[in-house]
């Protein structure tokens, strides 16, 4: 019965995080239309005076709900991360149960360690897995989109949108960011032994690449 209603909970944690990245996506697409200001861009002109060409007040109002949904976003994975991480302790599913049973579901070897529960990101599909880290973040430039959204150098990337580990990783993640240019992608990372949540958004910007960060493969 626990197990049904955390499983149930950890559902529609999982539904209102997709409905809130629709709602990022669509404000971050919104900032970032040709001639717009961007998710950080100057709302004044070279003289210093408001911006005529762009709706000030609704620019803010969009920037400052952004920031408010990556926080909920934050908040709300952190706690769908701690119902699984209770489920697969407590072993309350056959699904964790299969994937112990199985080295190849589990997708590591008896040399990793410190694996991070994970779960799929779809709501109606709860398959536990279990993952580790697999690049590091090795370099980022400074007013970066990468250092804008919040990683940090020696982030080690556990999950970049749809890129987990497996093989050509760099270039899963460079296709992963161009594809996702303009929009917000889920990136877990370990950072210091914690396993943190984030909204990265790949964009353009006065430096190069989307990133402007560069990964390791470990």
Avoid: Y
């Amino acid at each position: 019965m626990v197990a049904t209603n955390l499983k149930a909970e950890t559902m529609k944690l999982m539904e209102k995080r997709s409905g809130m990245e629709e709602e990022m996506n669509v404000i971050i697409q919104r900032l970032c239309l040709p001639g717009g200001p961007g998710l950080s861009g100057n709302l004044v002109d070279s003289e210093g005076f408001p911006r005529t060409d762009i709706d000030i007040p609704t620019v803010r109002a969009d920037r400052h709900k952004l920031a408010e949904l990556r926080n909920d976003h934050k908040e709300i994975t952190e706690k769908i991360n701690q119902n699984i991480q209770v489920l697969h302790s407590a072993k309350l599913t056959p699904s964790i149960a299969s994937v112990k049973d199985s080295e190849q579901s589990v997708g590591m070897s008896s040399s990793f360690s410190n694996p991070i529960i994970g779960v799929a990101s779809s709501a109606m599909d709860m398959d536990f897995i279990v993952s580790r880290p697999f690049a590091m973040v090795d370099e980022i430039s400074e007013a970066s989109p990468a250092a804008e959204d919040g990683l940090q150098l020696g982030d080690q990337i556990v999950k970049f949108g749809n890129v987990e580990i497996g093989e050509n990783l760099l270039q899963r993640l460079a296709a992963e960011a161009q594809q996702k240019q303009g929009k917000s992608v889920p990136v877990v990372v370990m950072r210091q032994g914690t396993l943190t949540s984030l909204i990265v958004t790949p964009r353009t910007w006065s430096g190069r690449g989307l990133l402007g960060c560069h990964f390791r493969v470990l």
